[in-house]
Each structure stands twice: as structure tokens, then as C-alpha cells.
């Protein structure tokens, strides 16, 4: 029997460690727009495609190659939609050879639900153009799965984390002395790690249930201050400052105060009930203490 063909979309850290998951049970396939990343890409056992999703002309290769697509880039950082996806769909419907597309969005198309803990059934209500962009890119994979009978699973990802992800180590803020804020103020957040989210995408490719939507979190129920005076007591570093909301104003940039201002607690039963995931680090504290 052939082993099914895997186009990962935004190969990335999160798609590196799915082609871990995956060398030698499926034939892998890499998008990528950075020729340099091929060498490294063949070498976790992908087959590097180059091509680039700001360039449509340049996608044309992608139609009939693949049995599943992970689709794990982000949209462009400005304008209200996501054409970066259209483009791939539009470049994938030129051949009907697509089973499966699994689409990694963000939480921020929740917006602010004011620390409310709820599943995957709460209506979308994005606050920010990046959180409408993923909006978009959730409705036009939904669509595409609709149209051609391809099943579709959108998974709402939280902050990632993982002590050896670059840019993706909580300690680091930790160390930089960034402030948090004071009760009330303080919203929940939520968090997965890497390897956690990794394994999610490959469950979600063989089990999810079509045009279904999955939180792809953990287990954590922190507050942002207290998720950070955790992680500063497991690294053994001083305690982050607290400030008011005024100084946060007054000291901090727009976009973290725009993830200040979200405040949510994510239901994670459907995850674990259709697609089986057994969190490795249901929270910070396994998770850190994975690498010491």
C-alpha cells in the first residue's frame, strides 16, 4: 500500500517537528519560499518545494502532489483578508487529489471574552485586522472543503511554547523584565507546546471530523501574571513586576497591549475526546521540566 503524501504549508518549527513525527511512514513535502531552507528541509526527510505564496504563478506545481495539506502559514501583517490562502487553495483545486486540510488559525479570533472558559461553539468576534485575517482564512478553507469534498479541520491555536523553540521559550521574557499587569486587570491566557501541537496537527489530519473546529491547547488555566511568576519560580528567576493598567499604557507597545486586553480560558475537551490526544506537558510546569 502507497504511503500517503503530506504538503506542509509554512514549514516553520512547528512543521519541523512534524516531519520528526512523520520521516519514513509518510512521503513529506515542504513548501518553502526560502531556497536556503532546502538542505535543511531534505535533511528531517521533506521534499523541498519552492515556491512562494505571495506569488501565485509560483504554486503551480502544487496541484495533484498531495493526499493531505497541513496548512501552517500565517497571513500577510497588513489588509483585512488572507490572500495568501486563497492563493494555495486556488493552486490545490486545479486537481482533485486532496483527502484532507488541516489549517492552523489563532485563539485571537475569539477577541476579549473577559476571562470566559468555552468551547469550540462560541461565535468568532476578532478585534484586531490580524484576527480578522485568520477569520478569513478559517472561512475560506471551510469553503474549499465544502466545494470539494475535501475534510477540513481549523485548529485554534494558543501561544506556543517550548524551551528549544526559538523566540518560544517563556523564560525569555522572563529574563527581559517585561511587566505584567495587576488583578483585575490580568487576563487568562492559554498555551500548548510544540511538540503537543505537533502531535495535534498529525491527529487532526487522520481523525478529525470534517469542517470541524479544535481547540489545539493544553490544560493550563493561568492567569498571564501568574503563568509568568510560575515560570520565573521553576527557572528559579525573580518575579516579574506588576503594573496598573495606565502604566501599561503609558510604557508598553500597542501589540502587546493588544494580547493584555484578551482575556479567555479554552475548552479543550473535543480535542481529546474525538481526536484521542494525550497531552505529553498539560501544563507549563511539565513542560519546562521536559528540558531542564
Known sequence: MPRPTLLIVGCGDV????????????????L???????????????VPLVGDLDRPATLGRLAGL??????LAPPPGEGEGDPRTRALLQALARAGRVRSLVYASTTGVYGDAGGARFDETRAVAPATPRARRRVDAEEQVRRFGRRHGVRVAVLRVPGIYAPDREGGDPRDRVRRGAPLLLPPHDPYTNHVHADDLARICVAALLRAAPQRV??????????????YELVARIAGLPAPR???LDEARRTLGAMTLSFMGESRRLD??????ELRVA???????????SKG
Open 66 to 71: 498531495a493526499d493531505h495539506v497541513l496548512h
Open 15 to 30: 512543521g519541523c517537528r512534524v516531519l520528526k513525527l512523520l520521516a519514513g511512514r509518510w512521503r513529506l513535502l515542504a
Open 268 to 273: 479543550n475537551t473535543r480535542l481529546k475526546r
Open 242 to 244: 506588576r503594573v496598573s
Open 279 to 289: 497531552l505529553r506537558y498539560p501544563t507549563v510546569v511539565e513542560g519546562l521540566a
Open 32 to 46: 518553502t519560499s526560502s531556497p536556503e531552507r532546502v538542505p535543511a528541509l531534505r535533511a528531517l526527510g521533506a
Open 214 to 227: 479544535y481547540h489545539a491547547s493544553d490544560d493550563g488555566e493561568f492567569t498571564m501574571g501568574a503563568y
